[in-house]
């Protein structure tokens, strides 16, 4: 039971669910998460950190870049069945419809400089 809530608790957030549907599109660090939201960097962050806790993303550094992704459900089957189904939920929805056509123009070299 411990297991399940910590991850509906991990996305109760809306920004945390819009996370998750970026991180569907493809890996991203969280300068470009924190871009595409409007959130401050301790921000994403701190929310990044719960759906870690939750085993709904991983990341892995590269660098000094850490590039965040979707976890592979591997460990808790409550997160697989969930990121399967959010998979196909809230395509249509407007803000995430937005946050999606927005994806391609944002890119670490074009944040961060470099």
């Avoid at 599109?25 to 719960?50: D, F, M, N, P, Y």
Wanted: charged content about 25%; glycine content about 6%; hydrophobic content about 45%.
């Amino acid at each position: 039971m411990k297991e399940f809530i910590k991850v509906m608790k991990a996305l109760s957030d809306p920004n945390r669910v819009k996370m998750i549907k970026l991180l569907q599109r493809r890996v991203l660090c969280v300068c470009e998460i924190q871009a595409s939201l409007g959130l401050a960097q301790s921000t994403a962050s701190k929310h990044l950190k719960i759906l870690e806790d939750a085993g709904l993303i991983t990341y892995s550094k590269d660098g000094l870049w850490v590039n965040y992704r979707l976890a592979d459900g591997a460990r808790n089957p409550y997160v697989a069945n969930l990121l399967g189904n959010l998979r196909h939920w809230l395509e249509e929805d407007i803000e995430v419809a937005a946050l999606i056509a927005k994806l391609p123009e944002i890119r670490r070299e074009t944040i961060c400089g470099t």
